[in-house]
């Protein structure tokens, strides 16, 4: 058995994230729950640390969660059970606003908790092999808060075929429905998402992308007014930033901007 829910390093300004429970495909329980969230918030802190990826080892990314963990938690009160469930819904949350761009590299199937883990990532890869999908309506449970993310992700229709079906579809499918991002083959997983990384390490400020993500998922909760009122003010907030002044200024200059 795993002695390390997850193992973390580093590599060239990329923070990995690798689940290492490969004996329970990967599922997610308390403890691998808990150890992604820590490692994201110290990667967080990490100024060499620009973007994140998501990987697993083994053959599947991740089952979603681990069931006989689920059992064990049955016989719990509601307000034991609020308590666990909070803890995953934490970490998607921390994925999902984290200041850090963060790629999900996807070597194997991604089901439930382990497609909404994959899908509330800002990028995925995926193999050509890989399915995805919410298969909790056949076990009797409800892919509760997964559906949140997927909603605003690839909204109402296709969320209800892949809720309310519960079927799992090949990765050329999740991609036509907007799931993931790229299909790419095996051999190449590895090296198309560093690369991707690097290009956006590069070629991008840390300052501007971690603006423009915290946007995205606030203007989707507001008016159409109060949003262009919060889009006007962070453009002005943003004119006056130092990495704002320093990437016209090198344009203006015809200069090489290195982030």
Known sequence: MSENPIITFKKDRIGYLELNRPEKRNALNAEMVEALKLAISDFEKDKDVKVLVIKASGKVFCSGADLAYLQSMQTNTFEENLEDSNNLKDLFYRIYTSPK???AQIQ???IAGGCGLAMVCDFSFAVPDAKFGYTEVKIGFVPAI???FLL???GEGKSKQLLLDGDLIEAKE???MGLINWVVE?????QKVYSYAQKLIKQNSDQSMALTKEMIGRVQEQTLEEGLD???AMNARARGSEDCKKGIAAFLNKETISW
């Open 101 to 103: 761009v963060i790629i």
């Open 108 to 110: 194997g199937h991604a």
């Open 146 to 148: 997964v559906k949140v």
């Open 152 to 154: 605003r992700k690839i």
């Open 174 to 176: 999740a991609q036509s």
């Open 186 to 190: 095996a051999e190449e997983l590895e």
């Open 230 to 232: 919060y889009a006007a």
